[in-house]
């Protein structure tokens, strides 16, 4: 009797186990989906620049702060831009985040 406890619950883990992996797998494949769905829109955010460093902008949208970080954004595509500066953000939400493309001060233009 005690074998067969032990062979009906060694088969019962391993059903379990091998199901929820799947169900993960599925969730994966479908957020993966998504996000390169997502990435090939282009979002513009516009406000005004409240703070920042070299390669990231806070901006005033509305009543909220949005920073947006660039770090390997080319210098042809970002503008300078100082505080009080109206700025556009172009973006993508991509799976590891988002991507800056373009950072364009709309106070300079």
């Not at 074998?3 to 199901?19: D, E, R």
Request: charged residues 25%.
């Amino acid at each position: 009797m005690k074998k067969l406890v032990i062979a009906f619950g060694a088969l019962f883990a391993i059903s379990f186990f091998s199901c929820t992996g799947n169900v993960q797998q599925e969730g994966d494949d479908s957020m993966e989906k998504d996000s390169i769905e997502n990435a090939d829109t282009a979002l513009l955010v516009s406000g005004i620049a409240v703070d920042g460093a070299m390669n990231s902008v806070y901006l005033l949208v509305g009543e909220d702060t949005i920073e947006f970080d660039y770090p390997d954004l080319d210098s042809d595509h970002r503008a300078s831009w100082e505080m009080g500066d109206s700025v556009t953000i172009r973006y993508y939400v991509t799976q590891d985040g988002d991507s800056v493309t373009d950072v364009i001060n709309e106070t300079n233009a």
